[in-house]
T-cell receptor, first 116, second 114 residues
């Protein structure tokens, strides 16, 4: 069975601090995909990144970076120099190739508060 | 492109009533899914479809029916609403390549069952 664990329910930081959101996954699939989505207070869900299981390169996009480690089944998300606009709920998600088709399992989410 | 649209945005039902949540996408995406979002539980997959005429159950399918007669539309039916179905419902679509790609989400429907 697939599972995504985001152990941090809420995180509160002061603007300009760096913050890391943890994501640990479980899957028996040999090929799988990991995602991060952002849900700002307005409620929509916004795609941030996709990572394939066969590509362990870390990625940086502006203030955002992602650290994928298959050895620890983790796909952590770091925001550098956080800003108030980063306040949102962030979801980690997992899709498996061998689980019978297109199924995406989401973690419970981490609510990030960035205070000015 | 309108993307993924959902109607209605808000709905209040009484226990036992039925209704259909509408979802449409204009991106010619093959994959479509329905999720419900409850506090502290993330998004849970209700049903999904990999193409017109093909649907399957997700994590929490009980109490919900779906059909996919066209590529564009993927309605979610509640046959007899229960208070436990009070939630925010999101429809999503994704395009097919050799990889699993990101999903595009609709704005959500907030459903309250009294």
């Amino acid at each position: 069975a697939q599972k995504v664990t985001q152990a941090q329910t809420e995180i509160s930081v002061v603007e300009k601090e760096d913050v890391t959101l943890d994501c640990v996954y479980e899957t028996r699939d040999t090929t799988y995909y990991l995602f991060w989505y952002k849900q700002p207070p307005s409620g929509e869900l916004v795609f941030l990144i996709r990572r394939n299981s066969f590509d362990e390169q870390n990625e940086i996009s502006g203030r955002y970076s992602w650290n994928f480690q298959k050895s620890t089944s983790s796909f952590n998300f770091t925001i550098t120099a956080s800003q108030v606009v980063d306040s949102a709920v962030y979801f980690c998600a997992l899709s498996g190739l061998n689980t019978g088709g297109f199924k995406t399992i989401f973690g419970a989410g981490t609510r990030l508060f960035v205070k000015a | 492109n309108a993307g993924v649209t959902q109607t209605p945005k808000f709905q209040v039902l009484k226990t036992g009533q039925s209704m259909t949540l509408q979802c449409a996408q204009d991106m010619n995406h093959e994959y479509m899914s329905w999720y419900r979002q409850d506090p502290g539980m993330g998004l849970r997959l209700i049903h999904y479809s990999v193409g017109a005429g093909i649907t399957d159950q997700g994590e929490v399918p009980n109490g919900y029916n779906v059909s996919r007669s066209t590529t564009e539309d993927f309605p979610l039916r509640l046959l007899s609403a229960a208070p436990s179905q009070t939630s925010v419902y999101f429809c999503a679509s994704s395009y097919r390549t050799e990889h699993y790609n990101e999903q595009f989400f609709g704005p959500g429907t907030r459903l309250t069952v009294l």
